[in-house]
């Protein structure tokens, strides 16, 4: 079961551009995780957020937590041909459990 | 940061035999550990709970019988593919969580012929 519904599902720009990537649920969550994961490995954790309205940067990349704990996006600033990759939101309804969103994949091309 | 390893990382078998893959928390203990599967260009779906010293807790639509899960130390959880068909072929991914982080494991490619 899959509790977060992530869009777009295939995201293809050019390198220098932003984008936006969304995660949504009717669930409330404890916490939200974003990942990205190259093909063949696991995934690797980027932010972990846990507070209503909280935004998270991580160089060019921001992340927000909805305030009702539903949703959250990944916000990333003039894209590289490096940020090509998997990405996925997951979420923990409640303690440790967490459940992964439908993906985005994003390529950067040159 | 905590390292989570996985065994094998690729293999192949012929339909109906059984497939062993372990998860091993390398620097820390972890009474639970998880194990997901990914079917390609698609994201991870929980398959169940590995709980240490008891028996794990599967999602729904998962198989007990099927994926045997025994997770008999602090630092180790096996997952068993019985009787595997073509349509398990899947990459198997395990972590864990010391505190409130999840690191996971490389992943396990299994293909079934």
């Known amino acids: 079961t899959q509790l977060l519904e992530q869009s777009p599902q295939f995201l293809s720009i050019q390198e220098g551009e932003n984008l936006t990537v969304y995660c949504n649920s009717s669930s409330v969550f404890s916490s939200l995780q974003w990942y990205r994961q190259e093909p063949g490995e696991g995934p690797v954790l980027l932010v972990t957020v846990v507070t209503g309205g909280e935004v998270k940067k991580l160089k060019r990349l921001t992340f927000q937590f909805g305030d009702a704990r539903k949703d959250s996006s990944l916000h990333i600033t003039a894209a590289q041909p490096g940020d090509t990759g998997l990405y996925l939101c997951a979420g923990a309804p409640g303690g440790n459990q967490f459940y992964f969103g439908t993906g985005t994949s994003l390529t950067v091309i040159p | 940061g905590a390292v989570v390893s996985q065994h094998p990382s690729r293999v192949i078998c012929k339909s109906g035999t059984s497939v062993k893959i372990e998860c091993r928390s390398l620097?820390?203990?972890?009474?639970?550990m998880f194990w997901y599967r990914q079917f390609p260009k698609q994201s991870l779906m929980l398959m169940a709970t590995?709980?240490?010293?008891?028996?794990?807790?599967?999602e729904q639509g998962v198989e007990k019988d099927k994926f045997l899960i025994n997770h008999a130390s602090l630092t180790l959880s096996t997952l068993t593919v019985t009787s595997a068909h073509p349509e398990d072929s899947s990459f198997y991914i395990c972590s864990a969580t010391p505190l409130d982080t999840q690191y996971f494991g490389p992943g396990t490619r299994l293909t079934v012929l």
């Open positions: 590995s709980n240490e010293g008891s028996k794990a807790t599967y």
């Open positions: 620097d820390f203990q972890a009474t639970t």
